[in-house]
């Protein structure tokens, strides 16, 4: 299994609509977890950590499954404004160095 | 949000030129990294550094070297880079434990002619 691991898309939505991104890991001591958005040509910007079950801001909601060591992003209500890659982020600890590995993206095109 | 700058946030050289790309932070954090990012691929760990000593070096080729004088700035010095390293530079920045998130500055777009 891939360190991180999220389907590239792209998903493409209606206004209005729900849409849900999983993203699985390999390393089952990690601990906290991260989603990211990313707009085309910008940097990455954080938009919900994980530190227990599950976390919700308004529209969206992060959840944490341990046991079969995925987490998901949901997206409701979708807005043209939310058309942006998804960014899934796991904690690696690897002895002398811990970072971050960021999965490579799902890409989300919510159509008018 | 001016938590991370980087400057310049475009520079084009040529493959025999010598450049420095620089990012400063200025939320307190302890921690700094260089990603590199392609065009649609993902990002790329490059250098890390905490508390200003360089615990990871990913296999950069020698013509990137990273230098940080101190914990809020970070610096990318260039040379003879190859048309390859044509790509989007990212500094980010972050408060140790691991289990922190990182906040990233708005990146040094870079052409290689």
């Known amino acids: 299994r891939k360190e991180v691991e999220q389907d590239p898309g792209p998903f493409n939505v209606p206004e209005g609509a729900t849409v849900a991104f999983n993203c699985t890991y390999s390393?089952?001591?990690?601990?906290?977890f991260f989603w990211y958005r990313q707009d085309c040509r910008k940097e990455p910007k954080l938009l919900m950590s994980?530190?227990?079950s599950g976390n919700e801001d308004g529209r969206f909601t992060a959840q944490l499954n341990r046991a079969s060591q995925y987490i998901s992003l949901l997206i409701r209500d979708s807005k043209l404004s939310d058309s942006a890659t998804y960014l899934c982020?796991?904690?690696?600890?690897?002895?002398?160095?811990?970072?971050?590995?960021f999965g490579t993206g799902t890409l989300l095109a919510v159509q008018p | 949000e001016t938590g991370v700058t980087q400057t310049p946030r475009h520079l084009v050289m040529g493959m025999t030129n010598k450049k420095s790309l620089k990012c400063e932070q200025h939320?307190?954090?302890?921690?700094m990294y260089w990603y590199k990012q392609s065009a649609k691929k993902p990002l790329e760990l490059m250098f890390v550094?905490?508390?200003?000593?360089?615990?990871e070096n990913n296999s950069v080729p020698s013509r990137f070297s990273p230098e940080c004088p101190n914990s809020s700035h970070l610096f990318l010095h260039l040379h003879t880079l190859q048309p390859e390293d044509s790509a989007l530079y990212l500094c980010?920045?972050?408060?140790?434990?691991?289990?922190?998130?990182?906040?990233f500055g708005d990146g040094t777009r870079l052409s290689i002619l």
């Open positions: 550094y905490n508390f200003k000593e360089q615990t």
């Open positions: 939320l307190g954090h302890n921690a």
């Open positions: 390393n089952s001591a990690s601990q906290s």
């Open positions: 980010a920045s972050s408060q140790e434990p691991v289990n922190q998130p990182q906040h």
């Open positions: 994980v530190y227990s």
């Open positions: 982020v796991v904690p690696f600890y690897g002895g002398a160095t811990n970072k971050l590995i």
